[in-house]
């Protein structure tokens, strides 16, 4: 999986609800991807077994 997939992949996972909620505690929006623990542990999981191939 290459990088730009990767990211891809953040910004299809990303929730516009929870970036919202995100800038109510300060965080600066711009390359901020709201991804839910569910979400981006499968991803994680995934480029774990492509790393250690």
Do not use: C
């Not at 990303?14 to 800038?23: A, H, L, T």
């Amino acid at each position: 999986m290459k990088y730009d997939e990767i990211i891809w992949k953040l910004d299809s996972l990303s929730n516009p609800e929870d970036v919202e909620g995100m800038v109510r505690f300060g965080i600066n929006p711009k390359k901020t991807y709201a991804v839910r623990n569910l979400s981006s542990g499968k991803l994680l999981k995934k480029l774990g077994k492509i790393m250690n191939s």
